[in-house]
């Protein structure tokens, strides 16, 4: 399996299609709450794709939320390819890039049945109480870079 910095329109395109899936079709998120200005372009935002021979099967992005701060979003592993550490290996890749990029720490909104795995990469919940997003609940988490 590759990961891939994404940097063309087919590869952002490739990315939305393991997004629709987990998020719309899968965890029925309103389709006009998942896509924002970030993802207008490759260069909108920092976005990261794995692929298994050619087939799309997870899918993140992450930006600059303040100075030195990375703000990790849309991370989406395919049902089929869950449990293979996927999900662990493109927060890395995020991570390592947003060092390349002089963050010193990331932070996310992870919806409160992934707590566990976060808490596995470091992330230490932040938020004083759970907060719904996309009707979904999520707590804000942090790890130092």
Not at 37 to 66: M, N, T
Not at 117 to 145: C, W
Request: proline residues 4%.
């Amino acid at each position: 399996m590759e990961i891939i910095r994404v940097t063309t329109q087919d590869q952002l395109q490739a990315c939305f299609k393991v997004r629709f899936k987990v998020f719309v079709d899968e965890q029925q998120v309103p389709e006009h709450l998942e896509m924002d200005e970030k993802d207008e372009s490759p260069q909108a935002c920092h976005h990261f794709l794995i692929e298994d021979e050619g087939k799309p099967v997870a899918a993140a992005r992450w930006y600059e939320y303040q100075p030195q701060t990375a703000k990790m979003q849309r991370v989406a592993v395919l049902k089929e390819y869950r449990g293979q550490s996927l999900g662990k290996q493109i927060i890395l890749a995020m991570e390592q890039q947003a060092r390349e990029e002089n963050c010193t720490s990331s932070i996310l909104d992870a919806q409160c049945q992934a707590e566990g795995f976060y808490n596995q990469l470091g992330y230490s919940v932040i938020s004083t109480e759970p907060f719904y997003d996309a009707g979904i609940l999520h707590v804000r988490m942090k790890k130092p870079l």
